[in-house]
């Protein structure tokens, strides 16, 4: 019998092992007898009883939900680690995604939307309808009024108003009401229709107007400041303070009985409805065009100048600005502010459109085209997300408040890479490579060059500012001026 045959034997094939313990399976417990030819042999005392020995398994458990897909549409959900230490290069593969986005930024910075057209003269002044969110007002230097339609980008409404030219346009007290004042002596009270609801005459020619947030009042520019009741055809409150003319009137949004004015003998002056007399006055260097109120923040406001610059003042401590805002080489014509009181838009002589973040000395974007003539009135939309600007080439533009903004719905997914492209600018800003592609602005040529110059003057006179101070006595040394109190000359109460 051969060596397999031996093996097999009846009597060496049953196995019996011992019970084991603990076993869940019941049936483990007994003593299994198998036996695979003889059904009554016994055990072979030549092989030996085992027993098994029972260990822990430990089984994955994860839930499905987790990594597959709700639908086949979906992108397949990906499982990241964000622990430091296993992205060792996390750095340079986040300065790579900024560089990425700052450029892209740029390549789709196309900020100009559609110009509306209709006006036969220049667009002189512009307001945001009252209760209208896709409405704007414009007023024209022959005298028509018009109101558009934004999204359409087409007029709706337009009378011939005045005589003159329509030098301020504002919202009324009622919905859908609006005044227009005009160098024809007169201030007109439009509710939509073609013939004025209130005609108020006046004794010199309006040159701004202004009207109160929440009661029938309004207040008006001209050879003085008037305070006018909607109920009165006679001004109630008449203000001069040693100016032959002023500029511009503004009440302010939110500390309701404050308004100021600026005057032709370079005057910003505040006042308070309640003592019926002027607060303070301001001296400037040079003439102050316009006003804007933050209408987040009651005592703050900002000025256009025609030393090519914008102000921003705290009227509680006037003897210096809070902020200069430089960069155009024209005298600044309008200045407005955003609904969140976070940007600011200027117009200028020079043709040019400068958005400003708060607080920022330097503008963040420049627009421009070839057409487009001097800007004497811009205006922010009341979503924050358009700029609208009235040139004395007829036309009124509409312009991206962030030029590199994609319009229309996003998807989430779109949202949140925009968000994350946006952190990682703001937190490699400071490299050199990035800040100089995010800075970078193509400028009509005689405006850069009229930068330039401008610049190079600057630098003369401060070099010999410093040269004079450095080689004269300290007893006849000039005492360093602040750039921000450099423009006023005075203060008075």
């Known amino acids: 019998m051969d060596y397999m045959t031996r093996q097999l034997h009846p009597s060496a094939v049953s196995l019996h092992s011992q019970s084991l313990p603990n076993s869940p399976h019941p049936q483990l417990s007994q003593t299994p007898n198998f036996s695979l030819f003889h059904p009554q042999s016994q055990p072979s005392p030549h092989i030996k009883s085992y027993t098994p020995i029972a260990s822990n398994i430990k089984a994955l458990s994860r839930s499905s939900n987790d990594y597959v897909r709700e639908r086949v549409e979906d992108i397949h959900k990906v499982q990241r680690n964000y622990d430091p230490a296993l992205h060792p290069f996390e750095q340079g593969i986040e300065y790579t995604r900024a560089l990425n986005a700052v450029k892209l930024d740029r390549l789709f910075a196309k900020p100009f939307i559609g110009s509306l057209n209709g006006h036969v003269d220049g667009v002189y002044s512009l307001v945001k309808h009252p209760s209208q969110l896709n409405s704007m007002i414009s007023g024209s230097g022959d005298g028509e009024i018009r109101i558009w339609q934004l999204s359409e980008q087409k007029t709706t409404w337009s009378v011939q108003g005045h005589k003159g030219m329509v ?227 007829g036309n009124v533009r509409i312009w991206k408040a962030h030029a590199s903004e994609k319009l229309g719905i996003l998807d989430w997914r779109e949202k949140k890479k925009l968000e994350y492209s946006s952190k990682l600018k703001e937190r490699y800003g400071h490299l050199e490579d990035i800040r100089r592609i995010d800075k970078h602005r193509r ?45 006023i000359i005075g203060v008075a109460k």
């Open 167 to 393: 030098s301020g346009v504002c919202a009324g007290k009622s919905d859908g009401q609006f005044l227009s004042c005009s160098t024809d002596k007169t201030v007109k009270i439009w509710n939509g229709g073609a013939d004025p609801v209130e005609t108020y005459l006046g004794k010199h020619a309006f040159t701004g107007l202004s009207h109160h947030r929440s009661d029938a009042l309004f207040a008006t520019t001209g050879g003085s400041v008037e305070v006018w009741d909607e109920t009165r055809s006679e001004p109630i409150h008449d203000f001069a303070w040693g100016a032959d003319s002023y500029q511009s009137v503004k009440f302010n949004q939110v500390q309701t009985n404050i308004f100021a004015s600026c005057g032709t003998d370079r005057t910003i002056v505040l006042y308070d409805l309640r003592t019926s007399k002027p607060l303070t006055k301001i001296v400037m260097a040079l003439q102050t065009n316009a006003i804007a109120w933050n209408p987040m923040e009651a005592y703050i406001f900002s000025t256009a100048n025609e030393d090519h610059n914008a102000y921003t003042f705290d009227m509680r401590n006037m003897k210096s600005s809070i902020n200069v805002m430089k960069d155009h080489v024209s005298a600044v014509m309008d200045i407005d502010y955003s609904p969140t009181g976070q940007e600011i838009v200027t117009g200028s002589y020079d043709r040019t459109i400068r958005l400003f973040d708060v607080g920022k000395g330097h503008s963040r974007d420049c627009y421009h085209t070839k057409r487009m003539q001097r800007i004497f009135a811009v205006q922010f939309s009341m979503d924050s997300k358009y700029v609208l600007s009235g040139s004395d080439d």
């Open 443 to 487: 400028t009509p040529k005689d405006i850069k060059l009229a930068d330039k110059r401008k610049k190079e003057m600057l630098f003369a006179e401060k070099r010999k500012d410093n040269l004079r101070r450095k080689h004269s006595k300290k007893a006849d040394a000039v005492k360093r001026v602040p750039e921000r109190e450099k423009a």
